[in-house]
Structure formats: structure tokens, C-alpha cells
């Protein structure tokens, strides 16, 4: 199809290829952008002035993919070499790179407004996207906040249930959580999550109970497991003051790529009705497909208190994040004293460029049926991988949806693992033992395959 940008981009490349010359034409090839890519001082320049997020202060330049451009599930480097995004980049590209729609979408509402403080106004994608995630979410579920990352949609969250109970002028400020699970990395988002690298060396802003896994990771997803984490959560919720919030995602994405047993999120939809704790499901990974179901709560077919969603909405090419839940909720924040409402906001939320592409998804996710999509690729991953599980470096081989776990015993041959990977042509993600297979929802058969068969090899590899 051509694009506005796509006319845009080669008319450039072609005037700059005129001026410059042969080589300058290949590397603008390589990028695929009209840009010229000079690696090394690409990557000097890097070392020289980023700050990169999670990763150890370097001494010398590394050797990180530098990437240009994509397209579909592939994504290509400084150097013109092609990968397998098996990463979907940072675990949230669901339609899969340079989709004209997308794109299209974007520039239009550029071009008519980029946005408007919603403390103050509207515009119209905003409303439209609102009204299109209530109708992806169980019935009462139809109260929409709009932020930037899914940590804001933690911290949102977190705040939104102490705000309820304030609200009802029984204050309640405990949160249960999973220790191996993860939200984010605002101060509230981090506090939630017992994983070592979460520890934020802060005073507890608030108390936090962190249920650790009665059972290793790869035992979880069995029925008998069921019974002791459920009694985990119930001891948690129990004991000591009321909670105000369970707060869970439907599969254990940073801790480690865990998937639970079936019935839990059942069991603890009963144990919130039991003690009026709000259920908040942390969508933030799972929303949109990942798991084969639009939410991954819909596996179990429960209705959460509070939702937050962020990656897969706006499938990595914007910022965006939001926050859905229940009118009784909603409503409870009119008895604020001073602004009779929620006092929590971003400059940028609800941004209407943002608002405009997480419709443009929405449409290409039903068009292409990208969710049963990502539940038959799915099985064909799972399927494909299992084998692996004989190796003796592997301890367990397990899935959900399109995302599939590798769990090793030991941290440096996963990483090993996923350097091989690199090497054959494939970005895998690394989650300490876990290396993770998380394509964008766009693959198909033909990249299942080649993923699986790369991920063997680099494993023969070793
Ligand atoms: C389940 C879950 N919640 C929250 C977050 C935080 O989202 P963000 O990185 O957009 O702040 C993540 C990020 O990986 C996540 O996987």
C-alpha cells in the first residue's frame, strides 16, 4: 500500500541519494528511511550521552542492536541485518511494525490536534477510545482513565483504591500482591513487587503484603498447585488489618514468565466478594491479545474490580496507558472535599495522538482477528518449543497465548541462549532463568517456525 510517508520518504531518499553518492545509497538502504547510518559514531555517541534504563554503567561502548526500521514482526539494525522480533520490542508490539494504518492514524490527528488538557476539556478520540475499551471489558467495567505508561496506570490504580475506602470514610491502605510480580517502576508501582530488583531503598510509602509462590515456577500452572496458592493469598488477606486491594496479573510476565494454575483468579474474584477488598488485574502485559483472549482475565471469565492496560493498546508506537473501572468506584470520589473528583492527572494523558493509533489497533486487532491469531500461533510455539525441555540445561518449557517461557537453570546460560539467538538472527527477551518468545500478534506460520527452529539451533549451539 502507499503511504503519505511512504511518498515522503522516498522522495527524500531519492534527492539525497542524488547529492551524495554510492555509499551513501547503501546505508540508506539499510535504514530504509532516507537517514544515513554511520554505526560506529551511532554508537559512540550513545555510550557518550544515554542513559539506558535497567542496564549496568558501561565502560566501553557495547555492541546492543542499534535498529533503523521494521516491518511486520521484523526489525532491522544500523548494519542492515535483519531480526525475528521476538521481543515485540518492549513486549508491546501487537500489530507489528510500519502498519500504514497506524501510521495514517497518527498523522491525521497530528494534523488536526495533537491534544487537549482533559482537566479542562475534550476532544473527540478520547470518547471513542473509552467507549470501544468498555466494550472489550465484561459488563460495569465502563469508567475509563487515560494515562502514559503502565506504571502510571499502577500508581492510578493503587491510588484509586485507597481513594475508594477514603471515600466511603473507611480507610483501608493494605495491598496484597504477588512477591514475583511486577507493576512498574513509579515509587508506588515499584513498592508493590518482592522482586530484589524492585527494592527501592525508600521508607514503605504504604503496607504491602507480598505473597511468595508456595511451589517452584514451573510446578504452578498444575491443578494441585491450585490449592496452596489460594490459601497463600487467603492467609494474606486474612491476616492483619483489611485490605484495601488484590492486586494481580493474570500471568507473571517480569517474574519470570509464570503462568498460573487455572481457577485462581476465580477463587480470588471470591475472596475479594468475601472481604471487600477491590480485585485489580494488571493488564498491562497480557491486555489485547497477548495471551490468546482479549484480557487475560478473560481466561477465567471473571470480572475485576480495576483494569489497567498499556503495551499491547497501543502496540509500541505511542505512549499510552488507561485505567477502567466500575461506576460505585468512579462515583465515590464526589465526596473528595476540595476538587470533588479523582486529584490525579498527567499533562499528556488521554493524549488524542495516542487515543487516535490505540483506535487504529483496536480496528486492526478485530479486521485481522489478531487475538484467536495469537492463540493458534500460540499453541504452534508451545508446541514447537516443548521438545527443548529434554535439554539438560532446560528446567521447563511452558506458554500462554503467544508468549512462551524457556526456563533454565542458570541465569548465564539464558543468557547465553539469547546471544546465540541474536547471532542466528532472532531477538529472544531474558527474564533471568526465563528466556521469553513474545512475537507481536502479526506472525505467522511461516515466523513461528523460523522462531522455534532458531531458538533449537541457538540451544544445540552451546
Ligand atoms: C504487568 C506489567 N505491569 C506494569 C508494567 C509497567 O509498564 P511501563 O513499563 O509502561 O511503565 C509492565 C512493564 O513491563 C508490566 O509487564
Redesign the pocket.
Known amino acids: 500500500m502507499i503511504t503519505e510517508s511512504g511518498v515522503r520518504n522516498t522522495l527524500t531518499f531519492v534527492r539525497v541519494c542524488t547529492a551524495r553518492g554510492a555509499d551513501m545509497i547503501v546505508d540508506m538502504l539499510h535504514t530504509n528511511v532516507g537517514e544515513a547510518v554511520d554505526e560506529a559514531s551511532a554508537r559512540q555517541r550513545d555510550h557518550r550521552y544515554v542513559w539506558h534504563p535497567w542496564s549496568p554503567v558501561k565502560e566501553t561502548v557495547g555492541d546492543a542492536p542499534i535498529l533503523v526500521s521494521g516491518e511486520g514482526y521484523r526489525v532491522r539494525d544500523a548494519a542492515g541485518r535483519e531480526y525475528l522480533d521476538a521481543m515485540a520490542s518492549?513486549?508491546n508490539s501487537s500489530c507489528g511494525y510500519a502498519h500504514p494504518a497506524l501510521i495514517a492514524a497518527a498523522e491525521r490527528q497530528l494534523s488536526l490536534l495533537p491534544h487537549f488538557d482533559l482537566s479542562v476539556g475534550t476532544h473527540l478520540p478520547v470518547g471513542r477510545v473509552a467507549e470501544r475499551i468498555s466494550g472489550l471489558l465484561p459488563d460495569g467495567l465502563g469508567r475509563t482513565l487515560f494515562v502514559n505508561?503502565?506504571?502510571?496506570?499502577?500508581e492510578a490504580a493503587v491510588r484509586i483504591a485507597h481513594g475508594y475506602w477514603r471515600n466511603l470514610g473507611r480507610p483501608r491502605d493494605r495491598i496484597i500482591t504477588f512477591a514475583a510480580g511486577?507493576?512498574?517502576?513509579t515509587l508506588v508501582?515499584q513498592h508493590l513487587s518482592g522482586l530484589p530488583t524492585n527494592v527501592t531503598h525508600t521508607l514503605d510509602p504504604f503496607p504491602v503484603t507480598r505473597v511468595e509462590l508456595p511451589v517452584p515456577a514451573r510446578e504452578l500452572r498444575a491443578p494441585e498447585s491450585l490449592a496452596p496458592l489460594v490459601e497463600a493469598f487467603e492467609r494474606a488477606v486474612l491476616d492483619g488489618a483489611p485490605p484495601a486491594a488484590v492486586f494481580v496479573?493474570a500471568f507473571l510476565?517480569?517474574g519470570g514468565g509464570v503462568v498460573l494454575p487455572s481457577g485462581f483468579l476465580r477463587a480470588l474474584r471470591e475472596l475479594c466478594d468475601r472481604t471487600g477488598a477491590l480485585l485489580v488485574l494488571?493488564e498491562?502485559?497480557?491486555g489485547f491479545g497477548r495471551t490468546g483472549r482479549v484480557f487475560g482475565f478473560d481466561h477465567e471469565g471473571i470480572t475485576p474490580d480495576l483494569v489497567?492496560m498499556?503495551?499491547g493498546l497501543s502496540g509500541g508506537y505511542v505512549p499510552f496507558?488507561a485505567l477502567s473501572t466500575t461506576e460505585a468506584v468512579y462515583r465515590s470520589f464526589a465526596a473528595d472535599p476540595l476538587i470533588g473528583g479523582l486529584r490525579y492527572g498527567h499533562t499528556t494523558g488521554g493524549h488524542a495522538v495516542a487515543c487516535a493509533v490505540a483506535l487504529a489497533v483496536l480496528d486492526v486487532l478485530e479486521e485481522r482477528k489478531l487475538v484467536p491469531a495469537a492463540a493458534a500461533r500460540g499453541e504452534e510455539l508451545l508446541a514447537g518449543l516443548l521438545p527443548l525441555a529434554e535439554h539438560p540445561e532446560v528446567a521447563d518449557v511452558r506458554g500462554l497465548g503467544l508468549v512462551a517461557t524457556v526456563e533454565c537453570h542458570r541465569p548465564e546460560f539464558a543468557a547465553g541462549l539469547v546471544a546465540r539467538a541474536r547471532e542466528r538472527g532472532t531477538l529472544l527477551r531474558r527474564q533471568g532463568c526465563s528466556v521469553m518468545a513474545i512475537p507481536p500478534l502479526v506472525i505467522d506460520r511461516a515466523g513461528v517456525a523460523e522462531l522455534v527452529r532458531t531458538t533449537g539451533k541457538a540451544l544445540e549451539d552451546h
Not at 149 to 154: D, R
Open positions: 518492549a513486549m505508561s503502565g506504571s502510571e496506570a499502577t511486577y507493576h512498574g517502576t508501582a496479573e510476565n517480569v494488571d498491562v502485559f497480557c489497567t498499556s503495551k496507558a
